[in-house]
């Protein structure tokens, strides 16, 4: 013969316990995603929303007149064995003749974390021909931004993926 144990009934403080239980699961949960997210939180774009949809007008005009002036720019980003990479860009104008006297400026940004951004110094190297590098960069996706300043004035705007392994 087999012997059933009595089965427990379910008392009150049986029934405060399993929620006390329950919620207290779900809200330490919680709390450790709150803190992951936290702490990987990249930031934002642009620091204000206002500022940035003021000076939008003006940033339609410069890259209308990016598109006018007809420029190539190439770039070339190889990687080095210790864990860098060489930037080198070649400028011309619409007719297809180097551009010399511009100050280039490079930047790798993070596509999800604006904390790991690296800038470039560029210099000329050659007629047209501007090189930078950047001592160590991580692999994965980079945005390579390209800005060709002269005068004070940003002539040339990209902004470009790239893929580094």
Do not use: C
Not at 33 to 58: F, N
């Amino acid at each position: 013969m087999s012997q059933e144990r009595p089965s427990r009934p379910i008392t009150g403080r049986m029934v405060f316990f399993m929620m006390v239980a329950f919620f207290g699961v779900v809200i330490g949960v919680n709390l450790v995603m709150m803190r992951l997210a936290i702490q990987t939180l990249p930031g934002t774009e642009v620091d204000s929303a206002y500022s940035a949809s003021l000076a939008y007008e003006k940033e339609i005009a410069t890259a209308r007149a990016q598109s006018a002036r007809n420029w190539k720019v190439d770039a070339h980003v190889e990687r080095s064995g210790q864990g860098g990479a060489t930037l080198r860009v070649e400028a011309r104008d619409n007719s297809g003749r180097p551009m010399s006297g511009l100050t280039f400026q490079g930047r790798f940004e993070r596509p999800t974390d604006r904390r790991a951004d690296l800038p470039v110094a560029l210099a000329e190297v050659g007629i047209g021909i501007y090189r930078g590098s950047a001592e160590a960069i991580a692999p994965g996706q980079w945005d390579l931004v390209l800005e060709g300043v002269s005068a004070g004035q940003r002539l040339f705007l990209s902004k470009n993926r790239v893929l580094l392994n």
